[in-house]
């Protein structure tokens, strides 16, 4: 089993429509949980920490669930900027981050 | 701004050549950097873990005298890819933080392509 799992998609919605994705993670030592964006051929950039009571930023909403060792991030009026793979990343204590192979999102107008 | 630098962003070698990529902190001091390499469509794979003044640890797979880590000062890791081979053409990016569960400033990445 993979340490970090994601569907790939892609995922292909019109602009305005509400997204999310879902990630699961295998190691339930996991302590910091992060989203990130990377567009192609671009190295990642940070979205958002994924903290346990869940938070939000914007049009992006994060949440974690400790007991089934799942992420969801949602998207809200998806914007044809939002158009990007997106990538979730856990880590452990000391050790570096471990990444899923991301999940392809593609807005249209 | 940009907080690691990374150079080259492009690079182009025929087989058996070597390549030295540069990452350099800016904003801080980094102990430790981490190198990864992403072919298409696939996750970034941690390569090793480059610790300022002290060996790299590599992960398992990775050939560490293929690919050679020097981190000789507090703000600057490179990563030499040895005797290259087609196979080697990929993304690599390094990357810093600030406490090791922090999120990670990237560099801007080296694409190798290897003919």
């Known amino acids: 089993r993979k340490e970090v799992e994601q569907d790939p998609g892609p995922f292909n919605v019109p602009e305005g429509a509400t997204v999310a994705f879902n990630c699961t993670y295998s190691n339930s030592a996991s302590q910091s949980f992060f989203w990130y964006r990377q567009d192609c051929r671009k190295e990642p950039k940070l979205l958002m920490s994924?903290?346990?009571s869940g938070n939000e930023d914007g049009r992006f909403t994060a949440q974690l669930n400790r007991a089934s060792q799942y992420i969801s991030l949602l998207i809200r009026d998806s914007k044809l900027s939002d158009s990007a793979t997106y990538l979730c990343v856990v880590n452990q204590a000391g050790t570096a981050l471990i990444f899923g192979k991301g999940t392809t999102l593609s807005v249209s107008s | 701004g940009a907080v690691v630098s990374q150079h080259p962003s492009w690079v182009i070698c025929k087989s058996g050549t070597s390549v030295k990529i540069e990452c350099r902190s800016l904003d801080f001091q980094a102990t430790t950097m981490f190198w990864y390499r992403q072919f298409p469509k696939q996750s970034l794979m941690l390569m090793a873990t480059?610790?300022?003044?002290?060996?790299?640890?590599?992960e398992q797979g990775v050939e560490k005298d293929k690919f050679l880590i020097n981190h000789a000062s507090l703000t600057l890791s490179t990563l030499t890819v040895t005797s290259a081979h087609p196979e080697d053409s990929s993304f690599y990016i390094c990357?810093?933080?600030?406490?090791?569960?922090?999120?990670?400033?990237f560099g801007n990445g080296t694409r190798l392509t290897v003919t």
């Open positions: 480059s610790n300022e003044g002290s060996k790299a640890t590599y």
């Open positions: 994924v903290y346990s």
């Open positions: 990357s810093t933080g600030q406490a090791y569960n922090s999120p990670l400033h």
